[in-house]
Nanobody
Framework: QVRLVASGGGLVQAGGSLRLSCAAPGGTISNTAIGWFRQAPGKEREFVAG????????FYGDFVKGRFTISRDNTKNTGYLQMHNLKPEDTAVYYCARKIGTNADYLNRELYDTWGQGTQVTVSS
């Protein structure tokens, strides 16, 4: 069973940047699509970004508006979420997840079978 480890979160001022990483120690995610979701206190988990196994196709949540970039390095078995121009409303726990199957509905949480433990992102105003 693959295990995902998300890292790179932290405290940053509004307008700052962070890069999150999603690794799969002891397993592989190089042949599957992956996604990033986030969950703020009292809110539902929402889709942030997704990327196909090859990296050729990416999807973003409407709120991203060009601020975030999802990428992957299959030689390192790692996915990334680069976030720029962070806002206080981006404060949340960010999760990476492994997507199964060929359905292109990246927003559907039920299509992800393995989730990382989450990494906290806090943006101060």
């Amino acid at each position: 069973q693959v295990r995902l480890v998300a890292s790179g979160g932290g405290l940053v001022q509004a307008g700052g940047s962070l890069r999150l990483s999603c690794a799969a120690p002891g397993g592989t995610i190089s042949n599957t699509a992956i996604g990033w979701f986030r969950q703020a206190p009292g809110k539902e988990r929402e889709f942030v970004a997704g990327i196909s196994w090859s990296g050729a196709t990416t999807f973003y949540g409407d709120f991203v508006k060009g601020r975030f970039t999802i990428s992957r390095d299959n030689t390192k078995n790692t996915g990334y979420l680069q976030m720029h121009n962070l806002k206080p409303e981006d404060t949340a726990v960010y999760y990476c997840a492994r997507k199964i199957g060929t359905n292109a509905d990246y927003l559907n949480r039920e299509l992800y079978d393995t989730w990382g433990q989450g990494t906290q992102v806090t943006v101060s105003s």
